[in-house]
């Protein structure tokens, strides 16, 4: 669907005139979005645009992550109080200044307004809305409770957001400690260690000590090889890039490090564990079969450790096997969740117990988070102390050796 380009001339609350450009529907959708600017229009004039459609093409998502729950909420909130589905994207499209995402609700409303169904909108749509979210509308939209339906998906995207921005920052943590440290002394190293070399070239049979000596060796060093030391790191960090990019072998085997790598690979292990289970809880509790909401989750995972998990499952349910037989396999699912899933299979309510299983991971994921963050925080500092206490003391002592020897 085509925006329409109008010039617009209008009053605003202070009375001042307002010359600008806007993209809508059509004129009526125009006047409609700049009266809700508290805007007395005078007149409205469209116009053809080549660079417009330019502006229009888009690269990537237009909806991250906190749009998506943003947009939901409202839509959630509008149904809940009444408004009808299509009132209630056009009230959106015009409450939103961004351009592009205005669009999108506009598309969103003409395609409801020429007969198809919201869920059916969502789906021509799959860079911005997830397959999950897709279905999940279809079953709102089958039993009657769309509103529902939608709040209940924003609290899911909203905890999801809040998990793996918490786990992130729980990793994130130690790597600007380190490079904070590097900083630090790649600096002291240019900068300050020169100095007392010349300080020390002013007193004839002055010897530096054997620390300072060390340093001031490196630094030359990093100096003189500075060129091949960084393009080494540049070409060997391009080439992991790719690898990790283009080769799946390489892929899976960097994956399975990372997994395996002390304390970091738990936070990735509860964070995709944690997404299953939010998942398939929020699926199959709607009455999704467990095939369906399996290749649904196949399609939301990123990891591929985890996404040759659910395979697997696939595989093993097609073959007649235990849903949980795939789960208790894996070194890279918690045990505590291979059992309650082959309880909920002899009691007969998967469902419940992927239930109780989101609960219990959202409830001890920020615990563990924070708990991670407390046991590395010491280290890293002590880490990042040390280094620079070693260097302060390699500037020191020539200062004291010096005051022995004169």
């Known amino acids: 669907m085509e925006l329409r380009n109008f010039r617009y001339v209008a009053i605003n609350a202070d009375g001042k005139i307002i010359k600008g450009r806007i993209e809508a529907l059509n004129r009526n959708v125009s006047l409609k979005y700049l009266q809700t600017k508290n805007y007395t229009v005078k007149s409205i004039t469209e116009y053809k645009s080549v660079l417009a459609k330019i502006n229009s093409i888009t690269i990537g998502r237009l909806l991250d992550n906190k749009e998506l729950i943003f947009f939901l909420k409202q839509l959630g909130s509008l149904l809940n109080a009444g408004v009808n589905i299509m009132t209630a994207l056009e009230l959106l499209a015009l409450q939103q200044d961004k351009r592009l995402l205005r669009k999108l609700y506009f598309e969103l ?4 307004y020429s007969g198809f169904s919201f869920s059916k909108a969502l789906s021509r749509q799959p860079k911005e809305f997830p397959s999950m979210l897709v279905q999940m509308i279809e079953i709102g939209e089958l039993s009657g409770d769309l509103p529902a339906t939608v709040l209940r998906m924003a609290d899911y995207y909203d905890k999801q957001l809040k998990i793996s921005q918490g786990i992130k920052g729980a990793m994130r943590m130690p790597i600007i400690y380190l490079i904070a440290a590097l900083l630090i002394s790649v600096g002291m190293l240019m900068f300050v260690f020169p100095n007392i070399t010349t300080l020390f070239l002013q007193f004839e049979g002055a010897e530096l000590p054997g620390i300072t000596q060390f340093f001031l060796d490196a630094g030359e060093f990093v100096e003189a090889y500075a060129l091949p030391i960084f393009g080494s790191i540049a070409f060997t960090g391009l080439l992991l890039y790719l690898l990790n990019r283009y080769s799946k072998p390489f892929h899976f085997a960097l994956t399975i490090f990372f997994l395996k790598f002390p304390i970091f690979g ?3 292990q509860m ?6 289970a939010n998942s398939l809880s929020q699926m199959l509790s709607s009455g999704i079969n467990s095939v369906k909401a399996l290749q649904t989750m196949r399609s939301l995972i990123t990891n591929v450790v985890y996404k040759e998990l659910i395979n697997k499952t696939l595989e093993y349910i097609e073959d007649g096997k235990p849903f949980s037989k795939a789960f208790q396999e894996s070194r890279f699912i918690d045990p505590i969740m291979a059992r309650m899933i082959a309880t909920g299979e002899r009691t007969g309510d998967i469902p ?3 239930n109780n299983l989101s609960v219990y991971y959202n409830g001890i994921s920020e ?5 991670i963050k407390n046991a ?10 040390a280094i620079v206490g070693v260097m302060i003391l390699a500037i020191m002592l020539p200062m004291i050796s010096l005051g022995g020897q004169i």
């Open 109 to 112: 409303y003409q395609q409801v």
């Open 266 to 268: 738990k936070l990735i």
């Open 271 to 276: 964070n995709n564990q944690i997404m299953i």
């Open 352 to 354: 419940k117990l992927m």
């Open 367 to 371: 615990l563990r988070v924070e708990q």
């Open 376 to 385: 590395i925080q010491p280290v890293l500092l002590i880490i990042v102390y």
